[in-house]
C-alpha cells in the first residue's frame, strides 16, 4: 500500500517561494513516474510537473519558476516543488501522485498566494 503525505502550503505574497513536500510510504522505485497536479474550484486539475528516474517534465504555465526533485532517504522517497516567483494564479490546491500499478494520490495542501 502507498500513503502520500503532502506538506508545505501557505500563504505567500506574490513574488515570493514555496516548497511542497510529498512524503511517500510503500514501495516506490525511481521509475515510478510522480508528480504534481493543481486545481482550484470548478476547474479540472492541472498537471504541474512530474519525474520519472532523472526525466521531468514541467508545465509551460509555471515553467522556469517551478522545480521538481526528489530523494530516496533510508528507503523512503520524498518528492520536492521548489515553487519561485509565485504569482496569484498559482493559488490553488496542490496534490502529489504515484503511479504504481495504479494512480495514488495525497489529500492536498493549499497554496494561497495574495498580497
Known amino acids: 500500500q502507498v500513503q502520500l503525505v503532502e506538506s508545505g502550503g501557505g500563504l505567500v505574497q506574490p513574488g515570493g517561494s514555496l516548497r511542497l513536500s510529498c512524503a511517500a510510504s510503500g514501495s516506490i522505485f525511481s521509475d515510478n513516474l510522480m508528480g504534481w497536479y493543481r486545481q482550484t474550484p470548478g476547474e479540472e486539475r492541472e498537471l504541474v510537473a512530474s519525474?520519472?528516474?532523472?526525466?521531468?517534465?514541467?508545465a509551460d504555465s509555471v515553467k522556469g519558476r517551478f522545480t521538481i526533485s526528489r530523494e530516496n532517504a533510508n528507503a523512503k522517497y520524498t518528492m520536492y516543488l521548489q515553487m519561485n516567483s509565485l504569482k496569484t494564479e498559482d493559488t490553488a490546491v496542490y496534490y502529489c501522485?504515484?503511479?504504481?500499478?495504479?494512480?495514488?494520490w495525497g489529500k492536498g495542501t493549499q497554496v494561497t498566494v495574495s498580497s
Open positions: 501522485y504515484v503511479d504504481r500499478y495504479r494512480r495514488y
Open positions: 519525474i520519472r528516474g532523472s526525466t521531468t517534465n514541467i
